[in-house]
């Protein structure tokens, strides 16, 4: 089995995100990894990449806090960070690969018929 020891998990502010952090922890106990677990507040392309976006940031705050206590919860430690783009998807990439991670997991929210 591969060992992850750097696993990055966005988090997107869905009960999904609990699997991915529950599966992540699963995965770093065994290779005794790090996870971090970040949430990108996108910014409007009318206002610059690191304008003060208040209500964005206490929600950031509020699911990474949530994440960190699941985390807890399954005996590990996370370090958290908000990241602020124009998109998510090349800012969690630029994450991975200034990190090194081994592992980026996600959690998506899949809609029932």
Do not use: N
Not at 62 to 72: C, F, K, M, Q, Y
Not at 77 to 89: M, N, S, W
């Amino acid at each position: 089995m591969m060992e992850f020891h750097k696993i990055l998990v966005p988090a997107g502010g869905t009960e999904a995100d609990e699997e991915a952090m529950r599966l992540a922890c699963w995965l770093a106990k065994k290779a005794k990894g790090k996870i971090w677990a970040v949430y990108v507040v996108t910014v409007k392309r009318s206002l610059p990449l690191e304008a003060e976006i208040e209500p964005e940031i206490r929600e950031a705050e509020g699911i990474l806090d949530h994440i960190v206590t699941v985390a807890e919860e399954q005996g590990y430690e996370v370090e958290t960070d908000i990241l602020q783009a124009r998109e998510a998807g090349p800012a969690i990439i630029d994450e991975a690969v200034e990190r090194d991670i081994d592992l980026i997991l996600m959690g998506i929210k899949y809609p029932m018929c």
